[in-house]
């Protein structure tokens, strides 16, 4: 696995994301933890050949969930959001 594959996680697709991909030409992905804006720019780029105008990044808060009388929390993830530019996609982005 590249450097690349270990930075962006896997690709957020909801109701929401898919408003802003359509609307803004922003994409949403979880990220590693510990990764950095710019170390997600770079990852972005290589892999799918694009020009990264911006990145947001976020720390999502795990929800509490419970089992019975259990209770525990689900981890806490990186969120980024990122702008591409005018003109360009992802291909197979989100697609079923």
Known sequence: MSKHHAVIRYPSVTEKN???R???????FEVAPR???TEIREAIEKLFNVKVLS???MVV???KKRT???V???P??????????DGQSIDKFGEV
């Open 55 to 57: 990145v947001n990044t």
């Open 35 to 37: 990764s950095t804006k």
């Open 61 to 63: 808060k795990g929800k």
């Open 22 to 28: 359509s609307d803004q030409n922003k994409y949403v």
């Open 76 to 85: 806490n993830w990186k969120k980024a959001i990122v702008k591409i530019a």
């Open 68 to 70: 019975g009388r259990f």
């Open 18 to 20: 898919t408003a802003l």
């Open 72 to 74: 525990g929390y689900r």
